[in-house]
T-cell receptor
Framework: EAGVTQSPTHLIKTRGQQATLRCSPISGHTSVYWYQQALGLGLQFLLWYDEGEERNRGNFPPRFSGRQFPNYSSELNVNALELEDSALYLC?????????FGQGTRLTVV | QKEVEQDPGPLSVPEGAIVSLNCTYSNSAFQYFMWYRQYSRKGPELLMYTYSSGNKEDGRFTAQVDKSSKYISLFIRDSQPSDSATYLCAMTRTGTASKLTFGTGTRLQVTL
């Protein structure tokens, strides 16, 4: 069974640009979570999507947004990129409490 | 004060040793507890999942939860070099994975 897949693996953007990150959950999982893992800060919860709706968001500015498609895949958009947005962005999918993570997209803002 | 505290390490042990990794937390509402293993430049991999207090064993891994002390532990028996990774504890108060709260991770190095 395929796990959570994320694309691209690496992304380099310049300050002020927009970044789009993609995630495909495990088949049968309807919930998708986005987390940011910045160096030294641990995993910070960004967004939760379930059945196409945004259910919860973490303490991040509105320029972090996303959506979930009818096939439960998800997209994370980061507008007006700042240098401190450089991090590993992880997507997870779950049924109930057990969350399974993808390999992440490493975003570098220069 | 962070909701979940975890010693960042690094923790270095010889091969074959018993490893003890720990997290403390402040929110008594947490009921579901998880341990993840994360290799360098990879996503976290779910190792153990427990509900409420008690012990759970899976092969060389044992997870313990003491809700009265707000303390959770992961024990690794007969540690191997392949266990070298960062171990993250995570917890949530609900029956879904919504808004997991993670520790910052403990880096473990198992030496030959």
């Amino acid at each position: 069974e395929a796990g959570v897949t994320q694309s691209p693996t690496h992304l380099i953007k310049t300050r002020g640009q927009q970044a789009t990150l993609r995630c495909s959950p495990i088949s049968g999982h309807t919930s998708v979570y986005w987390y940011q893992q910045a160096l030294g800060l641990g995993l910070q919860f960004l967004l939760w999507y379930d059945e196409g709706e945004e259910r919860n968001r973490g303490n991040f500015p509105p320029r972090f947004s996303g959506r979930q498609f009818p096939n439960y895949s998800s997209e994370l958009n980061v507008n007006a990129l700042e240098l401190e947005d450089s991090a590993l962005y992880l997507c997870a999918s779950s049924v109930y409490t057990e969350a399974f993570f993808g390999q992440g997209t490493r975003l570098t803002v220069v | 004060q962070k909701e979940v505290e975890q010693d960042p390490g690094p923790l270095s042990v010889p091969e074959g040793a018993i490893v003890s990794l720990n997290c403390t937390y402040s929110n008594s509402a947490f009921q579901y507890f998880m341990w993840y293993r994360q290799y360098s430049r990879k996503g976290p991999e779910l190792l153990m999942y427990t509900y409420s207090s008690g012990n759970k064993e899976d092969g060389r891994f044992t997870a313990q939860v003491d809700k009265s002390s707000k303390y959770i532990s992961l024990f690794i028996r007969d540690s191997q070099p392949s266990d070298s990774a960062t171990y993250l504890c995570a917890m949530t108060r609900t029956g879904t994975a919504s808004k997991l709260t993670f520790g910052t991770g403990t880096r473990l190095q198992v030496t030959l």
